[in-house]
Antibody
Framework: QVQLQESGPGLVKPSETLSLTCTVS??????????WSWIRQAPGKGLEYIGYIYYTGGTKYNPSLKSRVTISADTSKNQFSLKLTSVTVADTAVYYC????????????WGQGTLVTVSS | QSVLTQPPSVSAAPGQKVIISCSGSNSNVGNNYVSWYQQLPGTAPKLLIYENNKRPSGIPDRFSGSKSGTSATLGITGLQSGDEADYYCGTWDYSLSSGAFGGGTKLTVL
C-alpha cells in the first residue's frame, strides 16, 4: 500500500528556512493521477493547506504562504520537498505530506506528520 | 479564519446519530467535490468520505456524506467511543486557487 514519510529538522530558528522532504513508497511522484501535497496543523489548531506539485512540475500554493513557499520534486528519489523561508513562531506546526487525487479534491493517504518548532 | 465553516463541537450518546455540517460558498463547496477526514488524537487525518458521498475501502457504512448547494454534511450513526475525534471537511476553492479546510469539529461520545 502507498506510504508517505516526512523527514527533516524538528527545530528551525526564526528568519531561517524550513526544509522538509516526503518520501513516497509504492506509488510514483511522476503519476499524472495525483497532486503531491503539503498540509500543516499548528498546535491545537485546524488544518491549513500549503500547496502541491504535479508530475509536470507545475505547482499551486496557498495565497497566504505563496511568497515564502517552494515545493519541488526529485523523481529519481521518488520524493517531493517543501521549503518555507523567513519562518516565525507562527510557522510552528505539524507538517503533513499527502497524496491528492486529481479531480476528487481529497487527500489519501497522509504521512504520519512531523513537528517543526520555530524557536531561537 | 477557515474558508469553510464547521461547528466547533458536537456530542451524542453511544448508539446515537450525529450530523456535522460544513458551510462554504459557490467558489468552493458549491462547485467542487467535498471530502471528510477523521483525526484521532495524536494521529494524522484519515480520509472518510470523498466526492461528497463516497466511502474509501474499509470505511464502515456508519459514515455517510451529502452535499446540497453550498453546504455539506457528514453523518455518523451507531456512535462508538472510538469515534471520538476531530472531523474536518475539505475542498478546492476557485477564488483562492487553493485547497481549503473547515476549522474542524470535535466529536464527543457521551
Amino acid at each position: 500500500q502507498v506510504q508517505l514519510q516526512e523527514s527533516g529538522p524538528g527545530l528551525v530558528k526564526p528568519s531561517e528556512t524550513l526544509s522538509l522532504t516526503c518520501t513516497v513508497s509504492d506509488d510514483s511522484v511522476s503519476s499524472g493521477l495525483y497532486y503531491w501535497s503539503w498540509i500543516r496543523q499548528a498546535p491545537g489548531k485546524g488544518l491549513e493547506y500549503i500547496g502541491y506539485i504535479y508530475y509536470t512540475g507545475g505547482t499551486k500554493y496557498n495565497p497566504s504562504l505563496k511568497s515564502r513557499v517552494t515545493i519541488s520534486a526529485d523523481t529519481s528519489k521518488n520524493q517531493f520537498s517543501l521549503k518555507l523561508t523567513s519562518v516565525t513562531v507562527a510557522d510552528t506546526a505539524v507538517y503533513y505530506c499527502a497524496r491528492g487525487a486529481v479531480g476528487a479534491n481529497c487527500f489519501d493517504p497522509w504521512g504520519q506528520g512531523t513537528l517543526v518548532t520555530v524557536s531561537s | 479564519q477557515s474558508v469553510l465553516t464547521q461547528p466547533p463541537s458536537v456530542s451524542a450518546a453511544p448508539g446515537q446519530k450525529v450530523i456535522i455540517s460544513c458551510s462554504g460558498s459557490n467558489s468552493n463547496v458549491g462547485n467542487n467535490y467535498v471530502s471528510w477526514y477523521q483525526q484521532l488524537p495524536g494521529t494524522a487525518p484519515k480520509l472518510l468520505i470523498y466526492e461528497n458521498n463516497k466511502r474509501p475501502s474499509g470505511i464502515p457504512d456508519r459514515f455517510s456524506g451529502s452535499k446540497s448547494g453550498t453546504s455539506a454534511t457528514l453523518g455518523i450513526t451507531g456512535l462508538q467511543s472510538g469515534d471520538e475525534a476531530d472531523y474536518y471537511c475539505g475542498t478546492w476553492d476557485y477564488s483562492l486557487s487553493s485547497g481549503a479546510f473547515g476549522g474542524g469539529t470535535k466529536l464527543t461520545v457521551l
